[in-house]
């Protein structure tokens, strides 16, 4: 199984970017699809998670109001979408993938990640 991040780079503030996930190796049917950051110093934190196989976007409140996520099955592709980005938004973000029957905001929810792709945001 991968999931292969990628769209990460350096952005002004107020900037937006677009992060994809591609999967492969198995079906994710059933499986929740989440995104992830973590900042230098700081715990994995929660960013975004969607069902593969229901459009179901859920946001952290961080998130809200400027990121989104969705997926696309036909591509095998999930991807966040970020607005109005801001320096505290700088991290390295993973996709992972998990069962959907458990806490979607959770880390160990998820049995597959992917390697990171750097997001910095500058002021």
């Known amino acids: 199984v991968q999931l292969q991040a990628s769209g990460g780079g350096l952005v002004q503030a107020g900037g937006s970017l677009r992060l994809s996930c591609a999967v492969s190796?198995?079906?994710?049917?059933?499986?929740?699809m989440g995104w992830f950051r973590q900042a230098p110093g700081k715990e994995r934190e929660f960013v975004a998670a969607i069902l593969w196989d229901i459009d179901s976007p859920y946001l952290a409140d961080s998130a809200k109001g400027r990121f989104s996520i969705s997926r696309d099955v036909t591509k095998n592709t999930v991807y966040v979408q970020m607005y109005r980005l801001k320096p505290e938004d700088t991290a390295v973000y993973y996709c992972a993938a998990g069962p959907q029957d458990s806490s979607v905001v959770v880390p160990s929810t998820y049995v597959y990640w992917g390697q990171g792709t750097l997001v910095t945001v500058s002021s």
């Open positions: 190796g198995r079906t994710f049917s059933g499986y929740v």
